[in-house]
């Protein structure tokens, strides 16, 4: 298997430092942004709320989760904090939208037709979005089965061709391999063999920045391609890659550029996990396990 990940730099541990500093002592919630959390379909609500306690743990001043209705009694019962609101339909998540400075959606999202009109309204608008898990395979879909329905929606809320415009600056995507490869039309296997290649291609393909998660997850941005040298197996678990783009969301909100947010998430995320499976081993861990640890890196 080839590696070739000495071509990818080190996470700039001097730069997230200093953007860490403590915060200003008049600030208030308005300065750290409005994060609006999209997914939780059915039997998936645990993915939307674990991204929004994640974001809300980063920091962002309010968080806001857009899911379907018979999740909210329990989402307010576990964290009042977030926002939950009920969303049928795109109609009703206008106004949300109208609110939010970041989104994050994809986390439980599913792939039904509710999913696809969440989908569509969120890439009508111009917020910064972090993209993930069933997005990103609705994404895949819009690029690779122009006939179906979810590339027609697409095509109806772009207004072009779904392909072509299915890129933009001020989005980050975070694949695993398995949604890589449907992203990139190719197999698990390929992307394993040459990750660098592919994070960039996600990226020249997608623009903005790509996370390809996994071992040593690499960010590829559009100037360099960054590694990350932590984590460890402990963070095979289902769940991880919520908290991920909850935290990537939260640090958006608060301002960081896509690129600091996408590296410093991963960094943060992956440096809790091995706080967290240092104390109590890595079989076990779970997505939730590194909330604790992450707000003490947040707070240096
Ligand atoms: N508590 C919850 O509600 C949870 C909901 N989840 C949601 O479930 C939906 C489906 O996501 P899944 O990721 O489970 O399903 P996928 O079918 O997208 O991904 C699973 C497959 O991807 C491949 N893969 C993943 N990571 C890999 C790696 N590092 N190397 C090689 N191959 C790799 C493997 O073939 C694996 O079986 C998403 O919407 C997700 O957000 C999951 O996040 C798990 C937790
Ligand atoms: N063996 C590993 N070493 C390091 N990081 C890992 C390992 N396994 C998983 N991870 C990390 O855990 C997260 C898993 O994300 P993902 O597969 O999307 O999970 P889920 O869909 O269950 O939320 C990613 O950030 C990935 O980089």
């Given at each position: ?9 080190p996470i700039d541990q001097r730069k ?132 179906n329905d979810t590339a027609q929606a ?140 992450l707000r003490t890196l947040l707070n240096?």
């Open positions: 298997m080839k590696t070739q990940t000495s071509l990818a730099l997230l430092r200093l953007a860490l500093r403590p915060r200003a002592r008049d600030a208030h919630k308005g300065d750290f942004g409005h994060a609006l959390i999209v997914g939780g379909d059915k039997g998936m609500a645990g993915a939307a709320l674990m991204a929004g306690e994640a974001c809300a743990r980063t920091g962002a001043g309010k968080v806001s989760i857009a899911t379907r209705s018979e999740h909210i009694p329990a989402f307010i019962a576990r964290t009042p904090e977030l926002m939950a609101r009920s969303v049928e339909s795109a109609d009703d998540l206008m106004p949300l939208l109208t609110m939010a400075t970041v989104v994050v959606i994809g986390p439980g999202l599913g792939q039904t037709d509710w999913s696809k009109a969440m989908l569509g309204a969120v890439l009508a608008t111009d917020l910064p979005l972090v993209v993930d898990a069933d997005a990103l395979n609705l994404l895949a879909l819009m690029c690779y089965r122009d006939n697409a095509k109806e809320a772009l207004a072009g061709d779904a392909c072509v415009q299915l890129q933009r600056d001020n989005w980050i995507l975070t694949p695993h391999p398995g949604e890589a490869s449907r992203l990139l039309n190719t197999s698990t296997r390929q992307i394993a063999e040459d990750r660098l290649q592919h994070a960039q291609d996600l990226q020249q393909r997608f623009q903005g920045v790509a996370v390809l998660k996994g071992k040593g997850s690499l960010i590829a941005t559009p100037e360099a391609i960054y590694q990350c040298r932590r984590g460890n197996a402990g963070m095979a678990s289902g769940g991880m890659g919520d908290v991920l783009s909850g935290i990537i969301g939260g640090l958006l909100a608060q301002g960081f550029s896509v690129n600091d947010a996408a590296c410093f998430g991963v960094e943060l995320h992956a440096h809790a996990a091995d706080i967290a499976a240092k104390r109590d081993g890595e079989r076990g861990l779970l997505a939730t396990d590194l909330l604790s640890p240096p």
